[in-house]
């Protein structure tokens, strides 16, 4: 399903996976933190939200989506306006899912039904 998703930005790429998630991750903490905690009004808060995000298809297809074409605008998250800009991230479908993997798994409580990104 995530290489459905990211057509051919992921292609273009190939398969080979250049990192771990918490590898991945890193470039993600200059802005949401190594906790994932965000700064406010500026980076949104990952821990604890990706699984609540992920807990429906079209909330998966969100945030893949975010994190291949980036983001830009206000949006709103547990009641706090963010104004930032979310650059898209140059990954291809197994190091988004194994980043995105290691943010559920790492930054907050994971729900006992949690369903982990795949490519396929």
């Given at each position: ?65 975010v ?11 547990d ?36 369903k ?5």
């Open positions: 399903m995530l290489s459905f998703l990211l057509g051919t930005a992921t292609s273009a790429r190939g398969d080979d996976v250049s990192g771990t998630g918490r590898d991945l991750y890193h470039r993600c903490s200059a802005c949401h933190l190594p906790s994932g905690e965000g700064i406010p009004s500026a980076f949104p808060p990952l821990k604890n939200r990706l699984p609540r995000l992920a807990a429906t298809d079209s909330g998966r297809t969100y945030v893949v989506m994190v291949n074409r980036g983001l830009m605008g206000p949006i709103q998250v009641d706090l306006g963010y104004q930032g800009v979310m650059p898209a991230q140059p990954l291809n479908a197994a190091e988004i899912a194994e980043v995105l993997n290691f943010i559920a798994d790492n930054l907050g409580k994971t729900p006992e039904r949690w982990p990104f795949t490519t396929g």
